[in-house]
């Protein structure tokens, strides 16, 4: 064979290697020696064509050429580089200063002067009564507000006074403990102290069924103390009363049916048409062990005793009950069961109940900083607003529509709404001074309307004038120079109005310094340029309001 037909043999099978190394499948796994490694995941790392021809003989020798290889991508995969959320990393920017880009919506639907006289006091109590404390409700077409014992009824689209009832046949000192609103009715509360007896409850109940502009006293019924209406329409009232649940016809005030309750007055929730009352032999004072629950059909009065199926007793207290889920709390946390069977549904350690959404349907609890929306039928979180949210204010109120209601404290109040879906403020109400937020113990009244998006609080747009120093009286000659006292630079301070229900609310960290008020948008006007705080045990209020806001 001829040097001229071997060399070219020896090109074709070289040409042949070239082509197999080519379409060899590449490796998934590295060697070296004898040290195997997996597939290297370099999650979003980019590497660019590595350039051979500079590395020597390594860029001519396959076996070479893979060792440099193995040592550019360890040397990659041992380089830390940024990872979100890794530890060290500076913390996310607090909300509240920076989730409010270009202009925000007003969320005030209307304002509506408060008759009588009203403080304003700093922290949760806000604008308040001179005298006692004021309840509000909202529902059926009315916000409806008490104070001692008149009720004042509002339209609750446009915040034009209705009507006004004094409540008589009450003996001294009675007052009003509670204002809830239904479909075609209003009920009232009124606590008062017989002579020589122990305290009492009525449950006064005032029909609307010819419009919210009218309101006529149709009946008065026996409450417990911790009880009253828990249900209303045009056609009955349920009321927990001092020993049994009994639903009257309003129309005659005939039983339609009685459930006799015990001795001890009991924790109870409402959910939707059901009535949960707890079986506690400490009763509503003590609140647990809870061993049963006795589930109450509201319209017909029919009645289920459930009990825990995992222990003698539900864990916790009775706390709040949604969508069929019936919510018990302790010390380790939350603790949610099955309302119809008594099953186990979840747990959430550490967390604190706080309300509930229809719209969407879900339980919102406290978990640390955090307010967390979970399903309540299986705890799983669907919505979250951060700690750093409500960072410099007094606290979340209430939660419509996927949108927290929170309250700023303080001559420069503000209501801001978090849309937790997309974290941030969608809207706002600035100028609010003292604001304050009426709740119920049963959770049925309050600021909020259940069914709805509407939240009334009452506001002080202007302060009275602060009462001038008393000079102290001169000194007398003959009295030691030590007697004499300096004059006081403000009156003594006064005993002030009783705490407000709100003030129990738990209270975020102290709010720093707020900025400015200005006046709002919306036509509620700040606070009197000048006017100084309110002392501690509260200042007249000028212009109290009650102020509807839309979530």
């Known amino acids: 064979m001829s040097v001229r ?18 379409n060899r499948p590449k490796q998934s796994h590295l060697k070296l020696g004898r040290i195997q490694l997996g597939p290297l995941k370099l999650g979003p790392l980019k590497l660019g064509p590595l350039k051979l ?7 001519r020798s396959p076996r070479l050429r893979r060792w440099v290889l193995a040592a550019v991508l360890l040397a990659v995969a041992l380089v830390p580089y940024p990872v979100t959320g890794a530890t060290g990393a500076p913390p996310a920017a607090a909300c509240r200063p920076g989730c409010r880009p270009g202009a ?13 006289t009203w403080m304003a006091a700093p922290g949760l109590t806000g604008t308040v009564p001179s005298s006692g404390l004021a309840y509000a409700a909202t529902g059926g077409g009315v916000a409806v507000v008490g104070v001692g014992l008149t009720v004042y009824a509002y339209s609750a689209a446009t915040g034009a006074m209705q009507w006004q009832d004094t409540l008589a046949g009450f003996p001294d000192g009675a007052a009003i403990v509670s204002m809830r609103a239904w479909p075609g009715e209003v009920t009232a509360g009124v606590s008062y102290r017989p002579p020589g007896r122990a ?17 006529t006293v149709t009946g008065r019924y026996p409450a417990g103390t911790f009880g009253g209406a828990v249900a209303g329409s045009q056609k009955y009232t349920v009321i927990v009363g001092p020993a049994a649940v009994t639903s009257y016809d309003n129309a005659t005030g005939r039983v339609r049916w009685r459930r006799p309750s015990g001795p001890v007055a009991q924790a109870w929730r409402t959910d939707g048409n059901w009535l949960y009352l707890a079986e506690s032999a400490g009763g509503f004072v003590a ?69 509930t959404d229809l719209h969407p349907r879900r339980v919102y609890l406290t978990e640390g900083a955090n307010l967390v929306g979970v ?6 979180p669907e919505a979250t607003a951060s700690g750093s949210a409500v960072n410099g204010t007094a606290g979340v109120y209430v939660v419509r529509h996927g949108v927290a209601l929170g309250l700023d404290q303080g ?9 937790l879906a997309v974290e941030r403020v969608t809207l706002t109400a600035p100028g609010l001074p003292w604001p304050h937020y009426f709740v119920d113990l049963g959770g049925v009244g309050g600021s909020a309307d259940p069914a709805g998006n509407l939240v009334v609080i009452a506001a002080c747009t202007q302060l009275a004038p602060a009462a001038p120093a008393s000079p102290s009286p001169p000194a007398s000659p003959s009295s030691p120079a030590s007697s004499s006292s300096p004059a006081s630079s403000s009156p003594p301070a006064s005993s002030g109005p009783p705490a407000s229900p709100s003030s129990s609310a738990p209270a975020a960290p102290d709010a ?17 340029a000048g006017a100084s705080a309110p002392a501690k045990s509260g200042q007249e209020c000028l212009h109290p309001e009650l102020i509807a806001l839309n979530l």
């Open 5 to 22: 037909a071997r060399l070219s043999r020896r090109r074709l099978r070289r040409l042949r290697r070239n082509r197999l190394r080519q």
């Open 53 to 59: 021809g500079r590395l020597g003989t390594a860029g």
């Open 104 to 116: 925000v919506p007003s969320m005030v639907r209307w304002t509506a002067a408060l008759p009588g």
């Open 199 to 215: 305290p009492q409850r009525t449950e006064v109940v005032i029909a609307t069924a010819d419009g919210p502009q009218e309101g």
């Open 287 to 355: 609140s647990a062990p809870v061993t049963a629950l006795r589930r109450i059909d509201l319209s017909t009065g029919a009645e289920l005793v459930v009990r825990p199926l995992e222990g003698p007793s539900f864990t916790g207290v009775l706390s709040a009950a949604f969508d069929g889920a019936v919510l018990f709390s302790s010390a380790a946390g939350v603790t949610a069961y099955s309302g119809a069977t008594g099953v186990r549904l979840w747990f959430a350690r550490g967390a604190v109940p706080e309300g």
């Open 375 to 380: 399903d309540p039928q299986t705890g799983r």
């Open 411 to 419: 001559g420069n109040g503000d209501a801001w709404g978090f849309e």
């Open 512 to 528: 720093g310094p707020s900025a400015p008020s200005s006046p709002s948008d919306s036509g509620v006007p700040s606070a009197a």
